[in-house]
């Protein structure tokens, strides 16, 4: 074992050892009252490690504004069972040490009762193991990968689409409703790119068709010449990308200036920001995710712009998808809570979390959880770049 290796397996460890020490989830008081970690009288703590300031902070930041502003209605109305809620954040830029030093900090000094909408699928793989060793939930996490609700853990919950059922269900609509034949991938040479690949290969396969081509990328790539002109050359009319923001917009725009046409390049949630429908060479991508954007002229239901209103006055800029995210998050967290009852433990929260079976958001989106289901996201919104805008094609999409 190198030195290096050696730092890591200590640092990861430590706050399993800490957390074991603290005795789980629940202690006794000097007088032998059971106490639940981040619950007293009059307040329930929850906490997240996010990014305020590096490469996915369009995410932290809308996602933890939307949060604040749903978890504030609810303390200004009384709190839940006479308890405020108290929400703390900590910025980790994308950065494993710094959100293992993060978590370190919610579980063992702050005494977090729940996670919630802790950002990045390495950040969440590296934590979740310690986080359930000292029994704290992992609530509506900032990733789509398939390790957010596989294997099944009790104290998973999701509300965002995972990557490789979107990527499959578009492998499937672009087969079945728009005849494409040739399907290639491009991805990040990643556990992410990996994700993408099994579900695009899975689904072709089910299909009785092959992927065709392949190229591969690291995720700080510039340079896509060579990658678009290979698909091409191979005749690819339907491309699945295991991509974010920065490099779909490259990609895209590669091939664009190329001049060819023809071909549906198809991302899933992790590359949906406005930044990508303002890109002119991405005109006709599309995308699959659990939510649609919302613009300032679209029509929207009074309690839709009430929200949107309430977030343009509190934070001087328009809501996106994350806010979007973040406040259904904490609208779901407050009604399990509720539902929970006085007498909050994790165990309530957990029983009550997998009664919610026909909730709808104030978006129009439904999810649903059961005892044997914590996914909460089954189907997929359809949405393609035109214009600058993502436009809605089709809705409850599945495979």
């Avoid at 930041?61 to 405020?84: I, S």
């Avoid at 549906?264 to 991405?282: R, T």
């Avoid at 289901?373 to 809705?395: C, T």
């Amino acid at each position: 074992m190198t030195a290096l290796h050696g730092s890591w397996v200590a640092w990861l460890a430590l706050p399993l050892l800490v957390a074991g020490c603290s005795g789980g989830e629940d202690a006794a008081d000097a007088g032998g009252a059971t106490l639940v970690r981040g619950v007293t009288d009059s307040e329930i703590v929850l906490g997240t490690y996010t990014d305020l300031s590096g490469p996915t902070a369009i995410w932290g930041v809308g996602a933890t504004n939307g949060a604040r502003m749903r978890l504030d209605e609810v303390n200004a109305a009384g709190g839940v069972h006479g308890r405020q809620i108290r929400y703390v954040v900590e910025d980790m830029s994308y950065q494993l040490p710094k959100a293992m030093q993060a978590y370190n900090k919610l579980v063992n000094r702050d005494k977090i009762f729940g996670m919630l909408l802790a950002v990045g699928t390495p950040m969440n793989n590296a934590i979740m193991p310690q986080q359930f060793a000292a029994g704290v939930p992992n609530l509506f996490p900032i990733s789509g990968g398939r390790q957010m609700v596989e294997p099944f853990h009790r104290l998973k919950f999701a509300q965002r689409g995972i990557y490789y059922n979107e990527v499959r269900a578009a492998v499937r609509y672009f087969v079945e409703q728009e005849g494409k034949r040739n399907i290639c991938i491009i991805h990040h040479d990643s556990e992410y790119g990996q994700e993408i690949v099994d579900a695009t290969e899975e689904q072709a396969a089910a299909l009785g068709m092959e992927v065709v081509a392949r190229a591969a990328h690291k995720p700080t790539e510039s340079e896509f010449t060579a990658a678009v002109l290979r698909l091409k050359q191979a005749g690819c009319d339907l491309v699945t990308m295991a991509t974010v923001h920065r490099d779909t917009i490259l990609v895209l725009d590669t091939a664009h200036k190329m001049g060819w046409e023809g071909v549906a390049w198809v991302g899933n949630n992790a590359a949906y920001g406005q930044v990508i429908a303002d890109c002119k060479g991405c005109d006709g991508y599309y995308v699959f995710v659990h939510m649609a954007k919302i613009y300032p002229d679209d029509e929207k239901s009074p309690a839709v712009q009430a929200w949107w209103d309430g977030y343009v006055a509190r934070y001087d800029a328009e809501p996106d998808l994350a806010a979007m995210e973040g406040y259904r998050a904490a609208d779901l967290t407050v009604l399990a809570l509720e539902r929970a009852g006085r007498d909050l433990t994790v165990d309530t929260l957990v029983a009550a979390l997998e009664s919610i079976a026909d909730y709808r958001d104030i978006f129009g989106h439904r999810l649903s959880f059961s005892p044997e289901n914590h996914e909460g996201v089954h189907e997929s919104v359809l949405s393609q770049v035109r214009d600058g805008r993502f436009v809605v094609l089709a809705e409850s999409v599945t495979y």
